[in-house]
């Protein structure tokens, strides 16, 4: 797997969140970094597509079940 936030290979003692992989490097910038950090806007924009993937699999989903458009 790859990491979320960095796209680095991770190991097999990385955290998992929703499916996707956290390096353990970026799993600690997570618990120490504060808005006005630098890699924040990074770390935010890799959680947003996460979330809209998940929503987008979800509808899609839906979509397949027979739920009419």
Known sequence: MECLIC???TDSGCLVFC???ICSDCE???M???VDDPGYETQ???F???W???FLATR???LMDGDSV
């Open 32 to 34: 120490e970094q504060t």
């Open 7 to 9: 796209q680095r290979a």
């Open 19 to 21: 499916g996707e992989a």
């Open 52 to 54: 809209q993937r998940q």
């Open 60 to 62: 899609d989903r839906h």
């Open 28 to 30: 600690m910038r997570l």
């Open 44 to 46: 935010v924009r890799a």
């Open 48 to 50: 947003r597509l996460l």
